[in-house]
T-cell receptor, first 114, second 118 residues
């Protein structure tokens, strides 16, 4: 039972264009969402997060959008750079006593071509 | 400011042997989380520890797996009598504040230990 789904295993974009990575979730108790970036042979690196009380959070080139009614979030990277090439994981946690427990999607491999 | 450290980075064991994975949290962090990533899968929560306490081990297999975070020294994830299905990347994360029942605090991940069981 996969509660966080990243349906695109891979995405390829040209340098300078926008990258859009998508994530869907099924657990209505999730109220905090995060994106992590992972290079090969390294651990995930926190990128950006959003609380369910917001629908958008922006940090430099990275913007996360949350559509609670559709249980969907997306990460926009503008402009994309070759160094952004990595696996991107969407993660979510519930409110309350177990909010430390992150549930991850399977990841999307982003390749940014020069 | 050293990040989360894990060792060894790679570990090869034969079936039936024991595997010990170590994790030193970031300086100032007293909360440690272990996650496992099987091939082609996302990371899955295993256990949450504070110093000398296991807070939540609901994601850890009931048999052969144990975790500790002693008063001194790193957190240890121990797998006894390893089987091929234990082959995975094991990631440790740490955070600085008590999360349970409180606000959100970012978890910072280590580089992982890649366990291969022959």
């Amino acid at each position: 039972d996969q509660q966080v789904k990243q349906n695109s295993p891979s995405l390829s974009v040209q340098e300078g264009r926008i990258s859009i990575l998508n994530c869907d979730y099924t657990n209505s108790m999730f109220d905090y969402f995060l994106w992590y970036k992972k290079y090969p042979a390294e651990g995930p690196t926190f990128l950006i997060s959003i609380s369910s009380i917001k629908d958008k959070n922006e940090d430099g080139r990275f913007t996360v959008f949350l559509n609670k009614s559709a249980k969907h979030l997306s990460l926009h990277i503008v402009p994309s750079q070759p160094g952004d090439s990595a696996v991107y994981f969407c993660a979510a946690s519930e409110s309350g006593g177990s909010n430390y427990k992150l549930t991850f999607g399977k990841g999307t491999l982003l390749t940014v071509n020069p | 400011n050293a990040g989360v450290m894990q060792n060894p980075r790679h570990l090869v064991r034969r079936r039936g042997q024991e595997a010990r994975l170590r994790c030193s949290p970031m300086k100032g962090h007293s909360h440690v989380y272990w996650y496992r990533q099987l091939p082609e899968e996302g990371l899955k929560f295993m256990v949450y520890l504070q110093k000398e306490n296991i807070i939540d081990e609901s994601g850890m297999p009931k048999e052969r797996f144990s975790a500790e975070f002693p008063k001194e020294g790193p957190s240890i994830l121990r797998i006894q009598q390893v089987v091929r299905g234990d082959s995975a990347a094991y990631f440790c994360a740490s955070s600085s504040t008590l999360l349970a029942g409180g606000g959100q605090e970012t978890q910072y991940f280590g580089p992982g230990t890649r366990l291969l069981v022959l």
